[in-house]
């Protein structure tokens, strides 16, 4: 969690002084679709359905046996896939979505690229824990959509950002692992693919 808040502030600072912009800090964490539902609660739900509930499936089964057949890279791109068809009804059903147009979707398809590599790399950074990685993915998703600032500076800024990061991760840490430990794999589905390759 504590690199979506540095994230959080450092966005805050930067739209403060390029922007002008002033900071509802009390606004922090509070949800704009659900404003009646109380800030703990909505935490909890963003650690319980944006977190775990997605985290499990996504990182904890589809990944390591996506990266027991590929570089973590291109398990992460693999993956980003089948995120985005999980996603495509709220195309139908959300209103911030169905209303992005072609480049739009685009720039979001490209965000979830992105958010997957991010993912990996936490992933395998820290051994496979979901936990780590659940609760970054709720963190950033709360800081990202705190209405702090007017208009989408912020979210711009964080995600401007966020982009940058993810794609030094490359470089820095190599497409096989994007870490500086082994790639988490499947045993199980690593023993298979051993042993077809030896058939």
């Known amino acids: 969690m504590a690199i979506p808040a540095l994230l959080f502030l450092l966005s805050t600072a930067i739209v403060s002084v390029a922007y002008g912009e002033t900071v509802d800090w009390w606004s922090v964490g509070r949800s704009t679709e659900l404003p009646e539902l109380a800030r703990p609660l909505y935490w909890l739900a963003n650690v319980l359905f944006y977190g775990f509930d997605e985290e499990v499936g996504w990182r904890g089964f589809a990944l390591p046996r996506l ?12 993956l980003a ?61 709360i800081f ?11 979210p711009n800024v964080m995600g401007a950002l966020l982009t940058m990061g993810t794609l030094l991760l490359i470089p820095v840490f190599g497409r096989t692992n994007l870490s500086r430990r082994s790639r988490v794999v499947d045993e199980h589905q690593e023993a298979r693919e051993l042993g077809e390759l030896h058939r």
């Open 144 to 154: 990202f959509t705190s209405p702090v600032a007017p208009g989408n500076a912020l």
């Open 81 to 141: 896939l089948g995120w985005a068809g999980w996603h495509l009804p709220l195309f139908v059903f959300a209103d911030g979505l169905s209303s992005l147009g072609a480049v739009g979707a685009v720039g979001w398809l490209v965000s979830l690229a992105l958010g997957s590599i991010l993912l990996t790399w936490l992933f395998n950074s820290s051994d496979g824990s979901i936990g780590a990685v659940a609760l970054f993915h709720a963190a950033l998703a």
């Open 67 to 78: 990266q027991a057949r590929s570089s973590a890279l291109r398990a992460s791109l693999l």
